[in-house]
């Protein structure tokens, strides 16, 4: 069998349990780990996690020169990092490595350089990538169609650090042609990993869709889903709502 080559950026409190989910899945091979600071630089990412393997060599993002990709190959690049990460996504397109960027918050340029290089190498965008709320964002789209006077209302909940509101629910707001501003209520409490809840409100009843990862090991699963799904794909830029909808329609089960 040929294992899928993963280069992963970020090695924070998400990439290392993604890295954990690639490194325990035997379609896939973590070839290198990519992060901002300079801590166990040389290392690898699998003895950092307990096995006995060696996985996932970690790199700093200077070590991103123009040759980089080219000396360490891999199939798809996973970026579970920050907005920053994006500036490393051309190089890598034009190598023909496909792209899954997990970013939960980009500013306007960004989404720009995604449709630039979507000519270049097949991405994937999703600023939640677990499969859950990609049902919860499919189930509401639904609902509003079935009940279309109803009053709606999002509500997010994540770990108190979290600083900006939540890209899935700015998501599901445009999805459902609300206003962002108005009807996405955030909040900040202790270790939530993340909670998004959809409050469909009638006049005797309401209807409430609610999606929670328990373990940031869920965004992991969510990548490898993607993953698999991407290396098949042409050049383009895809989301992850648009591939359950489709597995939906072909009567796929997707879980
Ligand atoms: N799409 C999803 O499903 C999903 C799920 C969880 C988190 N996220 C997003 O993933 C990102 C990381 O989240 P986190 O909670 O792990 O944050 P974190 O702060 O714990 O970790 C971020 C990691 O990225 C590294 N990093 C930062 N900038 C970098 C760069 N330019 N190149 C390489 N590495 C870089 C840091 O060194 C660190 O290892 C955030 O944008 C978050 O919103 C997305
Ligand atoms: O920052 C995070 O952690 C997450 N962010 C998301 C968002 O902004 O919607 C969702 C997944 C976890």
Known sequence: MTKIRIGLFGFGKTGKQVAGEFLNDKHFELVWVVRRNETDLGKYASHLLGHEFKAGKLFSVNDIGPDF?????????????????????EAAAEQGIKIISAISKYEEQDFQLLEKLKSKTAMLYSPNITL???FLLIASQVLQKIAPHADIEIVEEHFRKKNETSGTALKIAETLGLEKDKHVNSIRVGGIVGKHEVIFGLPNQ??????????????????IFAAKWLIEQAAGLYNMENYITDLFRRNIPVY
């Open 69 to 89: 990709y080219r000396k360490n190959p891999v199939d798809v690049l996973v970026d579970f990092s920050s907005s920053d990460g994006i500036q490393y996504y």
């Open 132 to 134: 859950g709320v990609n």
């Open 206 to 223: 309401t209807i409430r869709i609610i999606h929670e990862s328990i373990s940031r090991a869920a965004f992991g699963q969510g990548a």
